[in-house]
């Protein structure tokens, strides 16, 4: 699976806005500094995130956007498919290939296509956050919120 910058981007400024306290909020200047992502195109993304219902902007001074759900409640499949991302199998077979080699390929790869979308929609936020500050301490880092 190739993941566009779009996507990245989307997982990474969930991922921030989880680890802010009480989830946020957070503007997009300050989660694009920290995760070194473009202000205007992350902006663009999060107003994607935003229509699919993953996070809502607050307004004010210490306004910016925040989840609407629990880190362990969002899962990358969702973030992935509101930023535009699509997962899907392509079938190369035809009517006329009937060589059983060419049948269990294809069979494989719809097997591994159906568990890597099954995959991207049991992992959560909460799993990356985890992830995110064991692979920190294992290195000796102080906590920190680039991800």
Known sequence: MKLTAKGH???????????????????VREIAKRQDISAAYLEKILMEIRRAGLVKSVRG???GYKLTREPKQITLGEILEAVGETITYLPHLTGEQLQV????TDCLWR???????ESLYKITLADLYYDARSWQASLGEETNFIV
């Not at 097997?111 to 979308?117: A, F, G, I, S």
């Open 9 to 27: 981007y989307g997982v990474k400024a969930l991922l921030d806005l989880s680890l802010q306290p009480k989830y946020g909020p957070a503007s």
């Open 61 to 63: 001074s210490l306004g």
């Open 101 to 104: 080699e060419d049948w269990v």
């Open 111 to 117: 097997r591994l296509y159906q568990k890597l979308k």
